[in-house]
């Protein structure tokens, strides 16, 4: 799924190699934050 924020654009996806929500810039591929919660991988990929 594709999501809009108010200044970011991103995908999530949950990785089962380490257990971890992945939110994915959805203009920029390589940049890519992970989290326990999804809230936290999106907080990690706006920082």
Request: net charge negative.
């Amino acid at each position: 799924m594709t999501y809009t924020g108010t200044e970011l654009t991103y995908r999530v996806a949950f990785d089962t190699e380490s257990n971890r929500f992945m939110a994915i810039d959805a203009h920029d591929d390589t940049r890519v934050a992970y989290g326990i919660t999804i809230e936290e991988a999106v907080r990690n990929l706006r920082a």
